[in-house]
Nanobody, 120 residues
Framework: VQLQASGGGLVQAGGSLRLSCAASGSIFSINYMGWYRQAPGKQRELVAGITSGGSPNYADSVKGRFTISRDNVKNTGYLQMNSLKPGDTAVYYC???????????????WGQGTQVTVSS
């Protein structure tokens, strides 16, 4: 199973970006998809997550600005980021708890990270 994150870039404060995380491989089910971020000198933190049933959760710092969603047919997750602030600058990583058809049980997978830079 592989996760491919995309959609990062440079944007001015107040702008928007949409991140995508495409899962591929021998996937039976994706039980949870999440987005984390890590800014320089800081620990990685959860930004948003979504269950297989579509229930989202958000960090307080992004509530009302970010929206997480997923397409279970395409095995792809999305993070719509609006009203971006310089404080949102970080490398964003996607994460998924996946049940594979090849390996028993649920496992944790990470994408490669995509840089989001918000200028003031």
């Amino acid at each position: 199973v592989q996760l491919q994150a995309s959609g990062g870039g440079l944007v001015q404060a107040g702008g928007s970006l949409r991140l995508s995380c495409a899962a591929s491989g021998s996937i039976f089910s994706i039980n949870y998809m999440g987005w984390y971020r890590q800014a320089p000198g800081k620990q990685r933190e959860l930004v948003a997550g979504i269950t297989s049933g579509g229930s989202p959760n958000y960090a307080d710092s992004v509530k009302g600005r970010f929206t997480i969603s997923r397409d279970n047919v395409k095995n792809t997750g999305y993070l719509q980021m609006n009203s971006l602030k310089p404080g949102d600058t970080a490398v964003y990583y996607c994460n998924a708890l996946v049940v594979s058809t090849a390996i028993p049980g649920e496992r944790d997978y990470w994408g490669q990270g995509t840089q989001v830079t918000v200028s003031s």
